[in-house]
């Protein structure tokens, strides 16, 4: 009897492993693997998860989903069927505890910034100058310039920022003078650079606690 329980254990552990090894061969890309763990691609796949769940729309693909969030983030919300709301502070904190802190601390660090209106001092989650995402986003950049030149604005900005990113997802069809998707967020690593963008912005928006020495 110990023994068909033992092999039970066996069994039930190499088909969680199988079934991990599957998620991340889904939604992982080169650039992933060869900067993140396995356990922290599965986190990068939590947060990106979380994100679609709040873009979603019934009977529109996924990627169109993406297309639609990042017009409504770089013309602020006009003429879109989203809106910051979609998204709660307390929903976001819920899926920070999803993954391990150290997941997060390779993509984000406190800081502190002064508010005027409040005169308070606030705790805000700023880039992690040294941490493995940021080596993600360089790593890419080594085959996609414009990814390469990202790259550089957040280490010049300090800040995983909208407008800078925005070369990232379109460019200019030399046809018709309009612009358009580079990839349509076909590319996996699209969908975790506006993810990161979005949490970000979300936290920032939404996070009012003190900062305490």
């Known amino acids: 009897m110990k023994i068909i329980?033992?092999?039970?254990?066996?069994?039930?552990?190499?088909?969680?492993?199988?079934?991990?090894?599957?998620?991340?061969?889904?939604?992982?890309?080169?650039?992933l693997e060869k900067?993140?763990?396995?356990?922290?691609?599965?986190?990068?796949?939590?947060?990106?998860?979380?994100f679609e769940s709040k873009i979603r729309i019934e009977?529109?693909?996924?990627?169109?989903?993406y297309k639609d969030w990042f017009w409504t983030v770089q013309n602020n919300g006009y003429e879109s069927v989203y809106n910051i709301d979609i998204f709660k502070f307390e929903d976001q904190t819920e899926v920070y505890r999803k993954i391990s802190e150290s997941t997060f601390n390779e993509i984000w660090v406190f800081t502190r910034q002064y508010n005027l209106e409040s005169k308070d001092t606030l705790k805000?989650?700023?880039?992690?100058?040294d941490g493995k995402y940021i080596k993600y986003i360089k790593e890419?950049?080594?085959?996609?310039?414009?990814?390469?030149?990202?790259?550089?604005?957040?280490?010049?900005a300090f800040e995983y920022g909208m407008?800078?990113?925005?070369?990232?997802?379109?460019?200019?069809?030399?046809?018709?003078?309009?612009?358009?998707?580079?990839?349509?967020?076909?590319?996996?690593?699209?969908?975790v650079i506006l993810t990161i963008m979005t949490l970000t912005v979300v936290d920032e928006y939404y996070r009012k606690e003190k900062w305490k020495e």
């Not at 066996?10 to 992982?28: A, G, H, R, Y």
């Not at 085959?143 to 957040?154: A, G, L």
Request: charged share 30%; with cysteine.
């Open 59 to 65: 009977g529109k693909d996924i990627e169109q989903c």
């Open 124 to 129: 805000v989650v700023s880039p992690n100058i």
């Open 163 to 191: 407008v800078s990113a925005f070369p990232v997802f379109l460019k200019r069809d030399t046809l018709d003078n309009n612009w358009e998707f580079r990839n349509g967020f076909e590319d996996y690593n699209d969908k």
């Open 5 to 31: 329980q033992s092999y039970l254990i066996i069994i039930f552990c190499i088909l969680i492993i199988s079934c991990q090894e599957n998620v991340v061969s889904k939604k992982t890309s080169k650039e």
């Open 140 to 156: 890419i950049g080594k085959r996609r310039k414009e990814v390469k030149d990202y790259f550089d604005s957040i280490d010049w």
């Open 35 to 50: 900067i993140f763990t396995t356990e922290e691609i599965i986190d990068l796949n939590t947060l990106v998860g979380y």
